[in-house]
């Protein structure tokens, strides 16, 4: 039984911030990965069970940042800097074992939260 939920999409202008969130259950590793209008989903970000180890895309890191709160079972994505090229929905996904880039590997997936930041 595990059940993902994002939260925290919405508008934003060019160069703010937002903060999502997903609630799952601990001790699965777990990704963020986005879709924009007319392309394929794509992986952002991700983190082990522990916090420990993290993946990212070079592009993005320095602007966005994961991090796990195991007590309230609950993982986030700090983006800052946005830009349009930003807009997508986003999606939290969990699997078993240790954390990857590979969209193929995860399980389970959340329903996904829109971002979309204006210029």
């Known amino acids: 039984q595990v059940q993902l939920v994002e939260s925290g999409g919405g508008l934003v202008q060019a160069g703010g911030s937002l903060r999502l969130s997903c609630a799952a259950s601990?001790?699965?590793?777990m990704g963020w990965f986005r879709q924009a209008p007319g392309k394929e989903r794509e992986f952002v970000i991700a983190?082990?069970?522990?916090?420990?180890?993290?993946y990212y895309v070079d592009s993005l890191k320095g602007r966005f940042t994961i991090s796990r709160d195991n007590a309230k079972n609950t993982v986030y994505l700090q983006m800052n800097s946005l830009t349009p090229e930003d807009t997508a929905v986003y999606y939290c996904a969990a699997k078993v074992g240790s954390a990857s880039r590979e969209l193929v590997e995860y399980r389970y997936w959340g329903q996904g939260t829109q971002v979309t930041v204006s210029s």
């Open positions: 983190v082990s069970w522990s916090g420990d180890t993290k």
């Open positions: 601990s001790r699965y590793a």
